[in-house]
């Protein structure tokens, strides 16, 4: 399912609710199944790129390499000299929004969870990067398909590819239901169009290769950019209790 609404409106508190991270007022939550969660705020670890990736599980080299190619890694790790054996440093100045944002993605891909919870996830990558990568991962095509997603997004565009959307407003579901039927909201359509109007503009401009992985800014790390050339960046972030320590179970 996808869910979307304004800045505000209570995206990232349903996933907390759902995650055991927020009491809830009233009803009641119940998982099946291993959980993967994926903040809008990328979460990095101490150690190497691998090590972020596999977060404590067996090393399995076709399902690793799947999910690198399937979050757009692959140029990325052929532009560090130690390639994915790259150690993280310290206050984040050598890795980009979209690069965090795409290792985080990809140590849920490798978890091999039963429900995927993704909180916009994909915001700070390039929107025709997002796109290929939301296809790849995300999508009924995507790496997957036979897996619970509830994506919270900004981009509208993605809904289109859920069998169920959500809009929500100050903290309640305004609208439910198909892609189509949030369309018949004026807001949803408008934002719509102008996503659209963008991501149509950006592919017309861009000249770069899909496969080359750029966060908004473009501020891809180049080797020539770093003071130690196998140091990247450690995302000073914190992750809830329940959350940290149910990766480590599901590890």
């Known amino acids: 399912a996808g869910v979307v ?7 990232s508190s349903l996933l907390a609710a759902i995650l055991g991270e927020m009491s809830l ?44 190619q399937s979050c757009c890694l692959i140029t990325d790790l052929q532009s560090f000299p130690a390639g994915d054996s790259t150690v993280i440093g310290e206050k984040g100045v050598n890795l980009s929004g979209g690069q965090k944002a795409r290792v985080s993605l990809a140590r849920a891909l490798y978890t091999e969870a039963d429900i995927y919870l993704f909180d916009d996830p994909l915001a700070s990558v390039d929107p025709t990067i997002a796109r290929k990568i939301f296809q790849q991962c995300i999508s009924n095509q995507g790496i997957l398909n036979d897996k619970t997603r509830l994506l919270v997004t900004h981009q509208i ?9 959500i809009l929500l407003d100050h903290g309640k579901i305004e609208k439910q239901g198909l892609f189509n039927e949030l369309l018949t909201i004026d807001k949803v359509k408008q934002n719509y169009e102008n996503q659209q109007k963008h991501t149509n503009e950006t592919e017309k401009n861009q000249t770069q290769n899909y ?16 003071i130690d050339k196998t140091s990247i960046a450690i995302d000073e972030t914190s992750v809830g209790g329940k959350v940290y320590m149910m990766q480590l179970t599901n590890g």
């Not at 565009?157 to 959307?165: A, K, N, T, V």
């Open 157 to 165: 565009q993605f809904l289109s590819e859920f069998d169920h959307c």
């Open 25 to 68: 007022v009233q009803g009641s939550s119940k998982i099946y199944g291993k959980i993967a969660y994926v903040s809008q705020i990328s979460w990095i670890f101490s150690g190497t790129i691998r090590e972020n990736i596999l977060f404590c599980k067996d090393f399995d080299k076709e399902k690793y390499e799947r999910v690198l």
């Open 211 to 226: 496969n080359s992985v750029y966060d908004d800014d473009n501020d891809s790390m180049k080797p020539s950019e770093t």
């Open 5 to 11: 609404g304004a800045t505000g409106s209570g995206k």
